[in-house]
């Protein structure tokens, strides 16, 4: 069987890039390794950038998000017992949306299903070939079954640990890697969230994160070491802990209770380059991690995938190869404005081993003088709430 484009992976890279090549014509096929209820029941991001939620708009998927998501229009940041807020809509006249990726794979879904594009759950053994002639392959294994699909194009959407990158011959692809002495500890609990803007904590136990996805549903993080796990932590030391972190007036009136879901992610920089080879092309954590400071893992899967539905509908619709040349120089231009500003906010707000009393007293530094500049603010605020795409 030929089409058009197989897409490997069905996370939000893969499953939006799908919905935007329908909708303009351009026909896939996407894989998925899991199944359908655990790539929906997954929590991860909160944060929707003002760009990314105009897309999902433009495109279609944005009345679930506006009718049950929130608008932010700023953050805070605390340290050294003090708080101050940064004010996105002052600065940079826009907001970001709070709608969980939970809630954005399901409307994904749900479109997709609309639409009938083929997403092949539970397959495995995905292997793919070709990739510098005009007939790339994919080969697959799906209930037993050993299948293989000719197209014109392969996406590689199938996050960090897939199989796509890894088709870049080792001497084209280069790593650029920074992995951090330390993780999140993620709790999810039925509680009425401690402040409706997030709050990010720098303080000497180690960073803190307040973040929600409704009124009756809290998203908390603190920050802990790489040889811990999440047994260790029942609920009421994980709620001591996050208390003890959090500034004055915010520890107070915590509410605390059961926790829903507890996990730990580790924290990493990665970006693989170049973005393309041939006829394949990797978007989202495929080929980019960053630490989840910054807010910018899914946003950057959205603008990928914005940049290559724009560029293989151009190769359709008007025979140019332009789009498809530039992708992975353009998309890799917005990568690392992203990294760089996710590494930066990590180094300022996490307890950094290494750096000691020093880089405590130059953190302090940083965030003084964040609070009182509107120009440091006005950067700050412009990276959070996404660069053009
Ligand atoms: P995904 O979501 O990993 O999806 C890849 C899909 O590919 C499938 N797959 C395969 N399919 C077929 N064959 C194979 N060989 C395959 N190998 C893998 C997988 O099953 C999966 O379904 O990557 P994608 O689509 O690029 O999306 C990226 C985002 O999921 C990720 O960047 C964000 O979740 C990161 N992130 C955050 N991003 C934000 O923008 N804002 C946030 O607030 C934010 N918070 C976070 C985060 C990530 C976190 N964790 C758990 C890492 C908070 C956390 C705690
Ligand atoms: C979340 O709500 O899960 C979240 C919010 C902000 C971040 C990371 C994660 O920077």
């Known amino acids: 069987m030929r089409v058009p484009v197989v897409i490997i992976g069905g996370g939000p890279a893969g499953s939006l890039l799908a919905h935007l090549l329908h909708r303009q014509g351009v026909e896939s096929v996407v894989l998925e390794q899991r199944s359908r209820e655990y790539v929906l029941s997954r929590i991860r991001a909160g944060v929707l950038e003002h760009g990314a939620c105009e897309l999902l708009r433009e495109h279609g998927l944005g009345e679930r998000m506006d009718r049950e998501g929130f608008e932010h229009h700023g953050v805070s940041l605390a340290f050294a017992g003090r708080r101050f807020r940064v004010d996105f809509e002052a600065l940079t006249g826009v907001g970001v949306r709070i709608y969980g990726q939970t809630e954005v794979q399901k409307d994904l879904y749900a479109a997709l299903e609309a ?23 994919v080969g697959f294994n799906r209930a037993g079954q050993e299948q293989r699909l000719e197209c014109d194009y392969i ?15 080792e001497g084209v692809r280069q790593e650029h890697e920074r992995e951090y002495p330390f993780g999140w500890l993620g709790v999810l609990s039925e509680t009425p969230p401690v402040s409706h803007e997030l709050i990010y904590a720098n303080h000497p136990r180690g960073f803190a994160l307040c973040s929600m996805r409704n009124e009756h549903l809290s998203r908390y993080y603190v920050q802990c070491t790489l040889d811990t796990t999440a047994e260790e932590w029942p609920d009421e030391r994980f709620w001591e802990e996050l208390k003890s972190r959090l500034p004055g007036g915010a520890a107070e009136t915590l509410v605390t209770g059961p926790s829903i879901e ?3 992610a580790p924290l990493r920089s990665f ?40 560029a293989l509908v151009e190769r359709y619709r008007d025979g140019s190869d332009a789009g498809l040349e530039a992708y992975s120089d353009k998309a890799l231009a917005r990568v690392w404005k992203a990294v760089r500003f996710s590494w930066w906010m990590t180094n300022l707000m996490h307890r950094l081993p290494e750096t000691g009393a020093f880089g405590q007293r130059v953190q302090d530094a940083e965030l003084d003088y964040l609070s009182g500049s509107l120009a440091a603010q006005t950067a700050f605020a412009e990276n959070y709430v996404g660069l053009p795409v």
């Open 262 to 264: 507890k996990s730990i």
């Open 271 to 310: 970006v693989s380059e170049p973005m393309s080879f041939g006829r394949l092309f990797l978007a989202g954590d495929a080929a980019h991690i960053v630490p989840p400071t910054g807010a910018k893992g899914l946003n950057l899967a959205i603008s990928d995938v914005t940049y290559l539905s724009r």
């Open 115 to 137: 639409d009938d594009i083929p997403l092949l759950d539970e397959v495995s053994d995905v292997s793919l070939g070709g990739l510098e002639s005009e007939r790339p392959w």
């Open 155 to 169: 996406a590689g959407c199938d996050g960090f640990h897939g199989v796509s990158r890894l088709a870049i011959p």
